[in-house]
């Protein structure tokens, strides 16, 4: 039996690499990546590497082995068609029998147009009769504290979520409760919704930046068109800040805040604050 991950060199499948590494021998471990090369240092530590593409059906052809747990992290390339692609797992998975196959979804209460692929990947895993666990991740503090920069250069956090508040964690806590299905028992067929313990609104958010940094920060409640505008002009392309201009008009309807605690109970510990990852944020 082997653990298998997808997209294992990306932010969030590199943390339950490390997560397992901890918990099972690394000979147990698959990491499916793109390139090979970006896994060198995985492979180098006994871990055993696939090399897949999404895009590329027939590489998926010998990835798993019956009995496999198996976690799909959730495709990046918008713009290729998501559902599609996590078929291509998901069929492959299922042609080789294998005993579990995790998700990572979005907040079954999402609404943003960001929903949709989740939606669609999980009525595709629901209709295969895999055994399965949908592990529905809520926002992550990296979201925010990976851009600080202009956050400290204008003075400022601008969003378009009002008065919204949110539930957000670190990459790190939602891969450790991965790690906690992928290794235990008892996780067959559920849905996890996943957050942070503590919600925050932005207000909050640059409160907390003004005092890490030692700066003045203000929170500029924008209207969705405005903000779409900002991060186009920033260099983001259309469908991506249609896409987040999106997700924080759920935010200020309340649909990313997550009150469940299945995070905390799946890993054993209290959530991240956004505070922790502030402070690790400016330091780096």
């Known amino acids: 039996m082997s653990i298998v991950v997808t ?67 959730s495709g990046n390339e918008f713009h290729k068609g998501r559902v599609g692609q996590h078929k291509v797992v998901l069929d492959a998975a299922k042609a080789a029998g294998v005993a579990l196959f995790a998700y990572t979804s979005a907040p079954g209460t999402l609404t943003a147009a960001l929903a949709d692929d989740h ?13 399965y666990t949908l592990l529905r991740n809520g926002w992550y503090n990296e979201n925010y504290t990976e851009n600080l920069a202009p956050v400290l250069e204008h003075g400022a956090v601008v969003q378009a979520a009002g008065e919204g508040r949110i539930s957000t964690a670190s990459r790190a806590d939602y891969a450790a409760a991965a790690v906690a299905v992928l290794t235990g028992e008892g996780h067959e067929n559920t849905t996890y919704e996943l957050g942070g313990d503590t919600a925050f609104g932005f207000a909050e958010y640059a409160a907390v930046v003004a005092e890490a940094s030692g700066k003045e920060i203000a929170y500029n409640a924008v209207p969705a068109e405005t903000y779409k505008g900002i991060l186009t002009g920033a260099g983001l392309p259309a469908p991506v800040a249609e896409m987040l201009a999106g997700v924080d008009q759920s935010i200020e309807k309340g649909e990313l805040t997550v009150g469940t605690g299945d995070l905390s109970r799946l890993t054993g510990r209290p959530t991240t604050p956004i505070a922790e990852s502030v402070a690790v944020a400016l330091k780096g």
Do not use: M, W
């Not at 897949?52 to 496999?68: I, K, L, Q, R, W």
């Not at 939606?119 to 055994?131: N, Y």
């Open 7 to 73: 997209g294992a060199t990306g932010h969030l499948g590199r943390h339950v690499i490390e997560g397992l590494l901890e918990k099972v021998p690394a000979d147990q471990v698959v990491a499916v990546v793109r390139s090979e090369e970006k896994a060198a240092d995985l492979a180098a530590r006994g871990v055993r590497i696939a090399v897949a593409d999404y895009n590329a059906p027939e590489t998926f052809d010998s990835v798993f082995s019956a009995g496999d747990r198996v976690l799909l992290v």
């Open 119 to 131: 939606r669609g990947t999980e009525a595709a895993i629901l209709e295969s009769g895999v055994t």
